[in-house]
């Protein structure tokens, strides 16, 4: 079993910043792709940033420019930084992995950690 564990959620005024981790334990054979996604009250869960194992990073057109979203793969960690923000980046945050193991790759969730961006 793979466990993602975040942090770094909070309350944060407009124009501040925050930096949220992800960090992914357990049975863990190939950590592939990583990536953060995130849901508003009454809206879906949409897609925030994605980072390939090799580096590759993908943004939604809302956060280019505010967000950088990097990993570390010797501590099974992703990150997102996230500055310039304004209230429409409050949701819950959810850390995303696809893992490889011996039965092939699984996709897994982390629990989710609240971001409110509020004066």
């Known amino acids: 079993q793979v466990q993602l564990v975040e942090s770094g959620g909070g309350l944060v005024q407009p124009g501040g910043s925050l930096r949220l981790s992800c960090a992914a334990s357990?049975?863990?054979?190939?950590?592939?792709?990583m990536g953060w996604y995130r849901q508003a009250p009454g809206k879906e869960r949409e897609l925030v940033a994605t980072i390939s194992r090799g580096g590759s990073t993908n943004y939604a057109d809302s956060v280019k420019g505010r967000f950088t979203i990097s990993r570390d793969n010797a501590k099974n960690t992703v990150y997102l930084q996230m500055n310039s923000l304004t209230p429409e980046d409050t949701a819950d945050y959810y850390c995303?992995?696809?893992?490889?193991?011996?039965?092939?790759?699984?996709?897994?969730w982390g629990q989710g950690t609240q971001v409110t961006v509020s004066a």
């Open positions: 995303n992995a696809v893992v490889g193991g011996s039965s092939g790759f699984t996709n897994y």
């Open positions: 357990g049975s863990i054979f190939r950590l592939g792709g």
